[in-house]
């Protein structure tokens, strides 16, 4: 059965920590991994992963993937109370069908 | 500024009842998805859509719950009769796929949240 599994499921943390969030998959015909940022509304797009090894980087928020043992990280250095939210995790396997992991709810504290 | 629009944005209604939400996906996108996301569940496809064509439904109770792209704009998410565990937040998700064979990115609507009394 597919799963996409998130951890740790929350985190509370200051300002100017530095947070990783983990993301392990099993999907058949994976064709990469999605990270969604999720504040009181919809999820909104962060990163696209495909291929392995590559890191990925917005202002203080980067995601690596790695194809061989199954997970992605998220990380966020010197983190703001505005970083505060769901994170999401998502796998796009063939066909396009999109499975989300639980999420890891992370509280910036000032 | 291109973005997913749904209505209503709020819907209160009685067990029993027709509930249509809808959503207007990015113009030019050509796949919709339509989500559901409650704590205990989280984020479940319901169902989407390749050029209007329903792709996969298997996520959607058949029974009672039934979407479709009657064009280009507008994409429907029907339940009727609606229950209480119907309610949750359903969201309507847009991309453009250019290859089948290559990953998109997903651009998510506000949402509709539903409660069933």
């Known amino acids: 059965e597919d799963k996409v599994v998130q951890s740790p499921l929350s985190l509370v943390v200051h300002e100017g920590d530095t947070v990783t969030l983990n993301c392990s998959y099993e999907?058949?015909?994976?064709?990469?991994l999605l990270w969604y940022k999720q504040e009181k509304k919809a999820p909104t797009f962060l990163f696209m992963l495909t291929s392995s090894g590559i890191e990925k980087k917005s202002g203080r928020l980067s995601s690596i993937l790695d194809k061989k043992e199954l997970f992605s990280i998220l990380n966020i250095t010197a983190t703001q109370t505005g970083d505060s939210a769901v994170y999401l995790c998502a796998v796009d396997r063939n066909f396009n069908k999109f499975y989300f992991g639980s999420g890891t709810k992370l509280n910036v504290k000032p | 500024d291109a973005r997913v629009t749904q209505t209503p944005r709020d819907k209160v209604t009685e067990m029993g009842q027709e509930v249509t939400m809808r959503c207007q996906p990015i113009?030019?996108?050509?796949?919709v998805f339509w989500y559901r996301q409650t704590m205990m569940q989280g984020l479940e496809l319901l169902a989407y859509?390749?050029?209007?064509?329903?792709?996969?439904d298997s996520g959607m109770p058949k029974d009672r719950f039934s979407a479709e792209m009657p064009d280009a704009t507008l994409a429907t998410l029907k339940i009727q009769p609606s229950e209480p565990r119907d309610s949750a937040v359903y969201f309507c998700a847009s991309g453009l796929v250019l290859n089948p064979d290559s990953s998109y990115e997903q651009y998510f609507g506000p949402g509709t949240r539903l409660t069933v009394t």
């Open positions: 859509f390749r050029n209007r064509a329903p792709l996969d």
């Open positions: 113009l030019g996108h050509n796949t």
């Open positions: 999907v058949t015909n994976f064709r990469s």
